[in-house]
């Protein structure tokens, strides 16, 4: 292994928040065949932010045309047809995000638009700003990915960058960032994000930055604010936050006892140890109001030309709180939930999922509920300024979130589990890296092994208990499948990377062999203590878990929110089948830009002139 290979890994040990390693809770032994077990609390540390930004206000504003991407994480395009109460249909004047109904009514809304499997965060920002697919890039992984293998066999892991995205020709990936900076260098370019790891994804190429101010969390600049704690079921926009329903967790002895349904039910449910965790680390999972307040303010003082400004606060309460855009998935709870003393008992608060009992969708609702006005906020914000006049706004999700079905047994989706017990593990040369419901899976050797253990997981059945039906949790791709594309599935290339493994031979970079993603709700657990969609890690010898309540990845949460507004340009609806990459190949088109990689989609600018 190289040593600049070494450096980043050690780079990327030392960067990592490692929790729980005075505060992993002990709850207590028990003994079950003579094994005891324990289960683990997260907890956060501390983190100091850097000073970086001066307080210098720029003297003179740009009257240069402006581009402002704004993404909400997670957002399924379905919340968009609902009413005040999540109930379809929703009409005029009754809408559940009233504010973004607004601004699609003044845009051209891409009513059919995906993402990219895998239908996640890292590589579908990038596919945004880049005009590409995840296959085109190589950045496959959320918060991080294998890369390599060291000198004893041991996968390594860095964090999603920059620095090793390349096209199909081993070009470095050029984004919008790039070509705006080639144009214009003198002008201002802002990424503020809610998820500080896809930041610092685009600061990874030291040599060719082109962000002039990186805003997250953690590091913004010294006239702003620190972010504030809030709920994400109860939120200060909530005026009955009092009276909403929101579930605990299931107890200790609430199902098997092994190590791994311990941990499960302790992070999963609304007021799970995952949503404490995420709700106390406000800078590093900063709620939408502080991402709007502070980007309103550095337009007003710093006057970037570009922006690409990443609201995560949907995706994160998705993950803890869960979803409700399909509202045939709730039904009333059993005993029936009993309001608060003083709280008005409606029929909207008994509701809960059949994928999990313990998501109640009222909870779910106040969510997206203040995503929306928060969106509003920084609309009218910008209008105030002057700035919609002159702004292109592209509004876009960078894939949507479903609830995962929550399952007593554990192993029906431990993936590494059953190719062990399959005997197709030896000497842990099969790394596995998974984020809610898709996983990677990377030989290092043996890989004549790969068929058999394709068939292994195929075969493989599990109990649904939302349908009541036995079937497989997943669908399986091999490279033929990345390569060549599975109907339904994956476009032709869409998962596999010609540069890496044809022409490469992967020495700079490793890729999957097999991808799981999960059906119908399946969530794959976290192995290696890697805890990707919190960005964050946990110590190497904690077992795999399921630990979110809602998620991504799989091909039920391609759909996603494309719309774009020009000034003086057309309105409407187009039933298009786009993807994600189009919408940066457009902006190229309308700026005049030159993307210098390979870029894959429709140019969209004639719907708008």
């Not at 476009?491 to 062999?513: A, F, N, Q, T």
Request: include cysteine; hydrophobic fraction near 35%.
């Amino acid at each position: 292994m190289t040593e600049s290979n070494e450096v980043d890994r050690e780079g990327f040990r030392k960067k990592v928040s490692v929790i729980g390693r005075r505060s992993f809770l002990t709850w207590g032994a028990v003994v079950i065949g003579g094994l005891v077990l324990l289960a683990l609390g997260l907890w956060p540390k501390k983190s100091k932010r850097p000073k970086v930004f001066p307080p210098a206000v720029r003297k003179s504003k740009s009257n240069r045309k402006k581009l402002v991407f704004v993404a909400i994480d997670g957002l399924h395009p379905n919340y968009l047809e609902l009413d005040a109460k999540g109930l379809l249909p929703g009409t005029e004047g009754n809408w559940l995000m009233p504010n973004m109904r607004a601004f699609l009514k003044k845009s051209m809304w891409y009513k059919k638009a995906k993402a990219f499997l895998p239908a996640a965060t890292d590589m579908n920002h990038l596919n945004a700003l880049a005009g590409t697919s995840s296959g085109q890039t190589g950045i496959i992984g959320v918060w991080a990915q294998p890369t390599g293998w060291d000198a004893n066999g041991k996968a390594i892991i860095q964090h999603s960058s920059m620095s090793f995205a390349k096209d199909d020709r081993g070009r470095p990936v050029d984004t919008l960032f790039h070509a705006w900076k080639r144009k214009w260098p003198d002008s201002k370019t802002l990424l503020m994000t809610g998820k500080e790891w896809v930041g610092e994804m685009f600061l990874g190429d030291k040599a060719r930055q082109v962000v002039s101010m990186m805003v997250t969390g953690t590091n913004y600049p010294e006239y702003l604010e620190a972010p504030k704690r809030e709920s994400f079921a109860r939120p200060e926009t909530d005026s009955d936050k009092a009276c909403t329903p929101v579930s605990g967790r299931l107890g200790f002895f609430d199902g098997p006892l092994g190590l791994s349904d311990i941990m499960t039910r302790r992070y999963t449910g609304q007021g799970g140890s995952l949503t404490e965790f995420m709700e106390k680390r406000s800078g590093h999972f900063p709620h939408d109001r502080w991402i709007v307040d502070s980007a309103l303010e550095i337009f007003k003082r710093e006057d970037p030309d570009m922006a690409y400004i990443l609201l995560a606060q949907c995706d994160d309460g998705g993950h803890c709180i869960g979803s409700a855009w399909d509202p045939s998935e709730f039904k009333n709870i059993t005993p029936a939930h009993e309001a608060p003393q003083g709280c008005q008992d409606k029929s909207e608060y008994q509701l809960v999922s059949t994928r999990n009992k313990l998501l109640f969708k009222e909870a779910a609702l106040n969510v997206i509920r203040d995503v929306d006005i928060q969106f509003g906020r920084l609309t009218q914000g910008l209008e105030e300024q002057g700035l919609t006049d002159r702004s292109s706004i592209i509004l876009l999700s960078d894939h949507s979130s479903l609830n995962h079905i929550y399952s007593q047994d554990f192993s029906s989706t431990d993936v590494m589990g059953l190719l062990e017990k399959g005997g197709l593990v030896e000497k842990k040369n099969i790394y596995a890296f998974s984020v809610s419901s898709y996983g990677v899976l990377y030989w290092r050797d043996r890989k004549e092994t790969i068929p058999k253990a394709r068939a292994l997981l195929e075969a493989h059945r599990a109990f649904n208990p939302q349908s009541g039906q036995t079937e497989c949790p997943w669908l399986v791709l091999d490279r033929d499948d990345m390569k060549n594309g599975v109907e339904g599935v994956c476009l032709p290339g869409e998962l596999y990377h010609h540069y890496y493994i044809d022409v490469d031979r992967e020495k700079s970079m490793i890729w999957p062999d097999l991808i799981i993603l999960g059906k119908n709700g399946w969530q794959i657990p976290v192995y290696n203590g890697q805890v990707p969609n919190v960005g964050t890690k946990v110590p190497t010898w904690a077992p795999p878990w399921r630990i979110y309540n809602g998620g991504h990845g799989s091909i039920d949460t391609l759909p996603i929110v494309a719309a774009i507004s020009v000034p003086g340009g057309r309105t409407g609806i187009k039933e298009s089948a786009i993807r994600i990459s189009e919408l940066g190949v457009t902006a190229a088109s309308l700026f005049g830009l030159k993307i210098n990689s390979t870029t894959i989609g429709a140019d969209l600018s004639k719907d708008l002139l």
